[in-house]
C-alpha cells in the first residue's frame, strides 16, 4: 500500500524562504509586518523592555546602549525586527537608514548598516540599532574593519547622547577593545 501524501500549504512557504534574504524571516524590508513564522521565546520580554527603555520620549533622562551578542542564526536579526515592529506600531516611532530612507521604502536586498529612531514626528534620531555590527558600511572601502565601524557608531552615539542596540559577534568587540586598549589617547576618555 502506497502511502497518501498531505499537501502542507504552511511547510511550503517555510521552504520558499531564502538565504539570500528574500522572504527571510529576519530581512529588514520585513521588519514593518510580522514574518511567515514567530516563535515566541524569553528574548520577546527583552525586546518590549527595549522598546521602551530606548525611547527618550518614556521619561528616561539617560540614553541606554544594549548589546546582543552571538553567533550567526542564534536569532539576533529576528529580535530586531520584534524591537522594529515594536517601535513602530506600539509607539508610533519613525524607522529610518543612514541615508533618511523609510524602512517601509527598502527593497527586499537592501540591508541598512545602522536605523535610526525617531519618536513621533521628531526630526532628531533619538536612537539607532544597527542590525549586524560584523560586516561594515561601506564594503568597497579600503581598509575595512567591521571594529572600526562599531567604534564610531559608538562614538557618534556617545556624541549625540542618544540610545544604542547593536547586534554583533564576540569578535568585533573583542577587536575594537583590543585595538583602542592600548592607545592613552583613547582609553582615557570616558
Known amino acids: 500500500m502506497e502511502p497518501t501524501s498531505v499537501k502542507n500549504d504552511f511547510l511550503l512557504n517555510l521552504l ?22 514567530e516563535v515566541t521565546t524569553d528574548v520577546d520580554d527583552i525586546v ?16 541606554q546602549w544594549f548589546f546582543f551578542i552571538g553567533s550567526p542564526g542564534n536569532g539576533k536579526s529576528a529580535a530586531i525586527g520584534k524591537l522594529c515592529r515594536v517601535l513602530n506600531s506600539g509607539k508610533g516611532c519613525q524607522l529610518f537608514d543612514e541615508g533618511g530612507s523609510s524602512i517601509n521604502s527598502l527593497n527586499s536586498k537592501s540591508i541598512p548598516y545602522a536605523i535610526d529612531v525617531h519618536e513621533g514626528s521628531n526630526r532628531f534620531a533619538s536612537a539607532k540599532i544597527v542590525q549586524d555590527a560584523s560586516v561594515v558600511r561601506n564594503p568597497f572601502a579600503r581598509n575595512v574593519d567591521p571594529s572600526k565601524d562599531l567604534l564610531n557608531t559608538l562614538e557618534e552615539a556617545w556624541r ?31
Not at 522572504?23 to 524590508?29: E, K
Open 16 to 37: 520558499d524562504l531564502q538565504q539570500d534574504g528574500k522572504y527571510a524571516i529576519s530581512a529588514p524590508s520585513n521588519w514593518i509586518n510580522p514574518p511567515l513564522l
Open 48 to 63: 518590549f523592555k527595549l522598546g521602551n527603555t530606548i525611547l527618550r520620549g518614556e521619561n528616561n533622562g539617560t540614553a
Open 160 to 190: 549625540k547622547g542618544i540610545s544604542l542596540v547593536v547586534c554583533t559577534n564576540r569578535g568585533v568587540i573583542e577587536k575594537a577593545h583590543r585595538d583602542n586598549h592600548t592607545k592613552p589617547e583613547i582609553n582615557r576618555q570616558p
